[in-house]
């Protein structure tokens, strides 16, 4: 990785955390994950670095998730991390309702940092994480969990345990996503007015928004090598 990709990557503020996290390797070595923020950005400065407050988020929220693992186990840790991880500023006054797209990316991102820096470990969910994604799935009315957060399903189904209809919905609901459209054809996929289309359309989202976010992780990354 040469020095002015790792400068580029960390003044633009639509890079992803995990090349945050690279690019900060590359200019100052492993040793910062233990300094202070002012010892940070006065360094990156003093390299002629100016760090958007975005990215100062998001690699503060990702050195918080290899030092303390805060994220698996701590609600309003994940929540904040979510944010941060689709370069979104925090509300640290406040609960910022994630969501559910923001959570299923920043899962993704937590799981390759996490596992590149625990020698591919991967990290387990705890209970107020779980709950805090299912709650944000049943309000933005989601029968059926994205793949990418099927951990939740569980949970999200106790909001729906005594409605035999959403139960019957949420069935069908998995066979049609099963049979969609993915890739290009996604993205024009026509899914009708109706409760399954409506669901439909709704994982249709999440799906394309994630696979987006990986394309453009995959290409900050490839700069990074270059």
């Not at 289309?197 to 090598?225: D, P």
Request: charge should be negative; include cysteine; aromatic fraction near 8%.
């Amino acid at each position: 990785m040469t020095t002015s990709a790792a400068k580029a990557a960390l003044r633009d503020e639509k890079t992803c955390a995990s090349a945050c996290m690279f690019a900060m390797d590359a200019l100052l070595g492993s040793s910062w994950r233990a300094w202070e923020p002012e010892t940070l950005w006065l360094s990156l400065t003093r390299m002629r670095v100016h760090v958007p407050d975005e990215n100062r988020e998001q690699i503060m929220a990702a050195r918080s998730l290899i030092t303390t693992g805060r994220f698996y186990y701590d609600m309003h840790a994940f929540e904040k991390t979510c944010m941060s991880f689709n370069n979104e500023e925090g509300n640290y006054d406040a609960l910022d309702d994630a969501p559910v797209m923001y959570i299923s990316w920043a899962v993704a991102e937590a799981e390759m940092i996490h596992r590149f820096y625990e020698d591919g470990e991967t990290g387990v969910l705890d209970r107020e994480p779980v709950c805090y994604t299912a709650i944000q799935l049943h309000r933005a009315g989601f029968v059926q969990a994205p793949t990418p957060l099927g951990w939740a399903q569980k949970e999200l189904d106790k909001h729906n345990a005594n409605d035999a209809a959403c139960k019957k919905l949420c069935a069908t609901v998995r066979e049609g996503w099963a049979a969609a459209p993915r890739g290009d054809d996604l993205l024009s996929a026509a899914f009708p007015e109706t409760p399954e289309g409506v669901q439909l359309a709704r994982l249709a989202a999440v799906h394309v928004y994630h696979e987006r976010r990986r394309k453009e992780r995959e290409q900050q990354l490839a700069k990074l090598k270059t």
